[in-house]
T-cell receptor, first 111, second 118 residues
């Protein structure tokens, strides 16, 4: 079983739709969680951190469920520019700090 | 401007010809890492460094070397490249933080280096 699992997609949705991704992690010692966005042939960039209380940034909402060990990302009123791959990232703190990336979920927004 | 730079951005080479990919960050971060990204496998860590002269293996270190002689630079060395090292490589610089009892690490990536080994 992978340490961080995501549905690879692709998700193909019309502009204006609401889309949600889930990501599950296996290590219960994981402490911090992030969503990164990666455009085609570009580097990953931090989209948002995920807090236990959930957090919202404009059209994006991230949630963490520690009991079930999953995090989610909700995108409302999707735009064409939201088309990208979304990477779930989990951080397991230790002396060496382990950062684990999911394989990513590809999202394509159509006009 | 805070950034991570990598060079070269694109490289085609032949099996066995030693190469170095440079990485530099201007954010004074202690932690730096190298990743490779392959279709279906996501980002896999090759090596990381916690500070100058402190490096350790990641998940896929075979065939790679690194060095950290200065805080800002973290070059990746392929002594004898092979075709299975054809990949997209990212260098990352990390900011570690603590918030209450939560610890985390936020990574900033370089633009990537596309390597083709023939």
């Amino acid at each position: 079983r992978k340490e961080v699992e995501q549905d690879p997609g692709p998700f193909n949705v019309p502009e204006g739709a609401t889309v949600a991704f889930n990501c599950t992690y296996s290590n219960s010692a994981s402490q911090s969680f992030f969503w990164y966005r990666q455009d085609c042939r570009k580097e990953p960039k931090l989209l948002m951190s995920v807090y236990s209380s959930g957090n919202e940034d404009g059209r994006f909402t991230a949630q963490l469920n520690r009991a079930s060990q999953y995090i989610s990302l909700l995108i409302r009123d999707s735009k064409l520019s939201d088309s990208a791959t979304y990477l779930c990232v989990v951080n397991v703190p230790s002396s060496a700090s382990k950062i684990i990336f999911g394989s990513g979920t590809r999202l394509s927004i159509r006009p | 401007e805070a950034q991570v730079t990598q060079n070269p951005r694109y490289l085609i080479t032949v099996t066995g010809k030693k190469l170095t990919v440079t990485c530099s960050q201007n954010m004074n971060h202690e932690y730096m890492s190298w990743y490779r990204q392959d279709p279906g496998l996501g980002l896999r860590q090759i090596y990381y460094s916690m500070n100058v002269e402190v490096t350790d293996k990641g998940d896929v270190p075979e065939g790679y070397k690194v060095s950290r002689k200065e805080k800002r630079n973290f070059p990746l060395i392929l002594e004898s490249p092979s075709p299975n090292q054809t990949s997209l490589y990212f260098c990352a610089s990390s900011l570690r933080w603590t918030s209450g009892r939560t610890k985390g690490e936020t990574q900033y990536f370089g633009p990537g280096t596309r390597l083709l080994v023939l």
